[in-house]
Antibody
Framework: EVQLVESGGGLVQPGGSLRLSCAASGFTFSSYEMNWVRQAPGKGLEWVSY????????YYADSVKGRFTISRDNAKNSLYLQMNSLRAEDTAVYYC????????????????WGQGTLVTVSS | SSELTQDPAVSVALGQTVRITCQGDSLRSYYASWYQQKPGQAPVLVIYGKNNRPSGIPDRFSGSSSGNTASLTITGAQAEDEADYYCNSRDSSGNLSVFGGGTKLTVL
């Protein structure tokens, strides 16, 4: 059974840092691209970042570029999101999500999601 | 602002058919995927690609696309289908992912 379990959320002051983790199990983690997606309270979903299976290709949403860093450790079956210079608008539930295995150049999707971890940026 | 546009809210009578739409220029090049999210839960994939359903998703859910518009159709809506629905695809660059603003579906 595929499982994605996020951790590391919490309360942090504006300008502070936090590192999120996503522990993967039930599949060959090193074969899959991964993403972070967030959802501010009462708001919609916002894609945050993508990392390829090897970690060689990375993309970020404009809203977090230069402040957030995605990484992975395939030996530990883990995905990470280092968040620096946090702002109030970064307050959200952060989900890790797996790229679907049948993705093509015209069809991308997230087939499994974790339950999320809440990040609150407030003084 | 989102590059994918969805109606904020749609309602449907129990057992009737409802279509939820998603508009965006990138949909001329990329298929949309659709996610169902109930309160306090993580999103769940319901449709991807041309019209593919993951295992466990009822066949009353279907997807289609025409021009710059992708659609999620629920044929014979059930009470348990009441949820928020989000479309997702690529942005105009093709590298970044983008979600629509979401549609709140009410089953009357």
């Amino acid at each position: 059974e595929v499982q994605l379990v996020e951790s590391g959320g919490g309360l942090v002051q504006p300008g502070g840092s936090l590192r999120l983790s996503c522990a993967a199990s039930g599949f060959t983690f090193s074969s899959y691209e991964m993403n972070w997606v967030r959802q501010a309270p009462g708001k919609g979903l916002e894609w945050v970042s993508y990392i390829s299976s090897s970690g060689s290709t990375i993309y970020y949403a404009d809203s977090v570029k230069g402040r957030f860093t995605i990484s992975r450790d395939n030996a530990k079956n883990s995905l990470y999101l280092q968040m620096n210079s946090l702002r109030a608008e970064d307050t959200a539930v952060y989900y890790c999500a797996r790229d679907g295995p049948a993705a093509t150049v015209t069809s991308y999707y997230f087939d499994y999601w974790g339950q999320g971890t809440l990040v609150t940026v407030s003084s | 602002s989102s590059e994918l546009t969805q109606d904020p809210a749609v309602s449907v009578a129990l057992g009737q058919t409802v279509r939820i739409t998603c508009q965006g220029d990138s949909l001329r090049s990329y298929y949309a995927s659709w996610y169902q999210q109930k309160p306090g839960q993580a999103p769940v994939l319901v449709i991807y690609g041309k019209n593919n359903r993951p295992s466990g998703i009822p066949d009353r859910f279907s997807g289609s696309s025409s021009g710059n518009t992708a659609s999620l159709t629920i044929t014979g809506a059930q009470a348990e289908d009441e949820a928020d629905y989000y479309c997702n695809s690529r942005d105009s660059s093709g590298n970044l992912s983008v979600f629509g603003g979401g549609t709140k579906l009410t089953v009357l």
